[in-house]
């Protein structure tokens, strides 16, 4: 049995996450006995560790998710997102022509809204550990296709 992982909260990530993985304690069933690789034996009453077991956690560099979203809305037309977000350029361009005539606003809305665009350094956004987060999915030649049968 995993415990579940200590949240910090200016994060919203698991604490002591490197380099993408945070670990968390495991107990063992009560009443076992394991092997290590060299031969010895261990038996477990249920109370002790027996082993930390990875979990995947996100780079994370202080870009809040709902402060992009709500620059993005309010002052998009002024580039105050991209600006935010550590695009001066692409910030200053809509800055001159009015967020390209309302046009880049809405489509940066929702492209920041979608999590499509992200911090230029390439960390995460700070979004709640139980909040809305975006999975990208991908098909690589490393991807198994199932053919489909028909009955």
Not at 85 to 100: E, I, R, S
Not at 106 to 128: A, E, N
Request: glycine residues 10%; neutral net charge.
């Amino acid at each position: 049995m995993c415990d579940e992982p200590k949240i910090d909260n200016s994060t919203q990530e698991p604490m002591n996450c490197t380099n993408h993985t945070a670990y968390v304690q495991c107990l063992p069933a009560p009443n076992i006995t394991c092997k290590d690789h060299l031969g010895i034996e261990k038996f477990f009453t249920g109370r002790e560790v027996g082993f930390y077991k990875p979990i995947e956690c996100r780079n994370v560099n202080g870009y809040s998710y709902k402060v992009a979203v709500a620059l993005s809305l309010f002052l998009g037309w002024l580039g105050a997102d991209r600006f935010y977000l550590g695009y001066p350029a692409l910030g200053l361009l809509k800055f001159c022509t009015v967020g390209f005539c309302g046009i880049g606003s809405l489509i940066d809305f929702i492209l920041i809204s979608m999590q499509i665009v992200g911090p230029s350094d390439g960390s995460s956004y700070i979004i709640d550990y139980y909040g809305a987060r975006l999975t990208r999915l991908s098909i690589t030649n490393a991807t198994f296709r199932k053919m489909q049968s028909y009955p």
